[in-house]
């Protein structure tokens, strides 16, 4: 069988840009939340202590994930989309409640957030689909029923909880993928005019305060000291940062607390403050290297299956640094959607570094794998 074999020219074809590139997003990021935690006694463990507890939790999960050949990981595809919703279902019985929204699971010994899970599981439950119903024409809206019927219902699941920003993230994701796989344009036509149809309605279901976020997006001044001040505070700690930056540790929004949820989702500001134009724009590159990188990996993948999941996953990251950056630059608005690799949190870094690993699978499988 295919995980029994082991070959040892996947260790001579190892992607170390790759590695390196997540590396040194991490690295950045653990200075950076050591600099958002500076000014904070805490009593038991700083929070970028933490960090790299989860990136070596995740370092572990990648090798795993790196090791088994990804095809048979997408022979359990739908054994891991249905563990990730049983999960999902467990968060409303079992899951504990913060800032509102009932999304993470208590082991005793740390937090989860299955739909962090469910992002990759998605990706590997897709790609096993659209390898098994591959078609040389553009899918049809009445082909895609099944792929929509997946996604739709961890969707639900985490709009209930609630979680508006990975619900998007997790639609954006489907949309690049059936976009990527191809779709007739006439079924696109019908979804666009149907969605602006069901737009109006989907604003009843919204929570208050995701009301309250959209209509602040629109006008940022209409509440300045109340929704709106997460991205009024963002902005001045961005424009403050100049040319060169502060300098670390020198950050006024950020030492001084104004700052938000500064080692969370506004952590590019904390980064922006510190070390200005110039290191965001290096930052930038950073990320833009890494998504080039993935796309160049599903572009040389040997087969289908290792296309989608490359893709897949570099979309995921590429949504992901998109809606943080321009929401804290306040061109979107604030959906709760961390940086990848920089903003503190355990179950986004172990699931982003799995998928990592997954991805390094696909590139070193396309010198070896075998017809």
């Not at 995740?58 to 997408?74: E, K, N, Q, S, W």
């Not at 979804?191 to 279901?205: H, I, K, N």
Request: aromatic share 16%; glycine share 8%; proline share 4%.
């Amino acid at each position: 069988m295919i995980f029994l074999k082991f070959d040892r020219r996947i260790f001579q074809y190892f992607d170390w840009t790759l590695l390196a590139l997540v590396l040194a997003i991490c690295a950045i990021g653990i200075l950076n939340i050591y600099s958002a935690g500076f000014s904070v006694s805490e009593s038991h463990f700083p929070f970028y202590v933490k960090q790299i507890q989860w990136i070596l939790l995740g370092l572990f999960f990648m090798i795993t994930a790196f090791l088994i050949d990804y095809r048979v990981i997408c022979q359990a595809a739908y054994l891991i989309y249905g563990i990730s919703i049983a999960l999902l279902i467990i968060v409303f019985f079992y899951g504990y409640t913060t800032h509102g929204s009932q999304r993470w699971i208590s082991t005793g010994f740390f937090a989860f957030q299955p739909s962090e899970l469910m992002k990759l599981a998605l990706i590997i439950v897709l790609a096993r689909y659209f390898d098994n119903h591959n078609s040389n024409e553009p899918y049809k809206l009445r082909e895609l029923f099944i792929p929509f019927v997946i996604i739709l219902i961890p969707c639900l699941l985490i709009l209930r909880q609630p979680d508006l920003g990975t619900a998007l993230i997790i639609m954006l994701l489907f949309a690049s993928i059936i976009f990527f796989m191809g779709v007739n344009w006439k079924s696109v036509a019908i979804a666009l005019v149907s969605s602006l149809v069901l737009l109006p309605l989907g604003w009843y279901f919204l929570k208050a305060y995701q009301k309250e976020r959209l209509l602040t997006f629109l006008n940022p001044e209409h509440d300045p000291l109340g929704a709106g001040y997460h991205v009024i505070q963002s902005m001045i700690a961005i424009g403050s940062g100049g040319v060169f930056g502060k300098g670390f540790l020198n950050g006024s929004q950020t030492q001084l607390k104004f700052l938000p949820e500064q080692q969370t989702d506004f952590i590019f500001s904390v980064f922006a403050e510190e070390w200005g134009f110039i290191g965001a724009l290096v930052l930038a590159i950073m990320f833009m290297s890494l998504i080039l990188w993935g796309l160049k990996i599903a572009l040389h993948s040997r087969d289908l299956l290792g296309t989608i999941i490359a893709f897949g996953i570099t979309a995921l990251i590429s949504w992901e640094v998109f809606i943080n950056v321009g929401m804290v630059l306040g061109v979107l608005p604030v959906v709760g959607i961390p940086l990848p690799f920089l903003s503190y949190g355990g179950s986004a870094m172990v699931c982003l570094m799995t998928a990592i690993g997954l991805l390094m699978n696909v590139s070193v499988r396309r010198f070896i794998l075998q017809s």
